[in-house]
């Protein structure tokens, strides 16, 4: 599904639950703030200002693997994963910047 939301903060329930605040935004303000264009199949994020895109992969599950090759392989099955011996992961990563070097000085 391809969004844009953009977080307002979060709240902690008495059961200690975190609740996000995230409320629909849309992509014109998604690249104001990242000052270039975002590509319209992706979906992103809004947080503290700044830009975040929806990154998502699939590797193989943690509970019942036992091989080297964990992005290509699969486990054997386990509960934790519905015996498909792969799992799918997901976060939220900074725009990449594309304009070239960056010196961390
Ligand atoms: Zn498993």
């Known amino acids: ?5 953009e977080r307002h903060g979060h709240s902690i329930d008495d059961q200690g639950f975190i609740h996000y605040d995230d409320q629909a935004s849309t992509y014109e ?3 104001e703030l990242a000052g270039r264009r975002l590509d319209r199949r992706r979906s992103y994020a809004i947080m503290d200002g700044e830009v975040l895109e929806s990154t998502r992969w699939s590797q193989a599950c ?3 693997y036992d091989g080297h090759d964990i992005a290509h392989d699969a486990g054997h099955g386990c509960s934790e994963c519905g015996y498909t011996g792969r799992r799918r992961n997901g976060a939220w990563v900074p725009l ?4 070239g ?3 961390n000085g």
């Open 1 to 5: 599904m391809r969004t844009v939301i």
């Open 29 to 31: 303000r998604a690249e």
């Open 62 to 64: 943690s509970g019942c």
């Open 96 to 99: 990449l910047n594309k304009e």
């Open 101 to 103: 070097s960056e010196s």
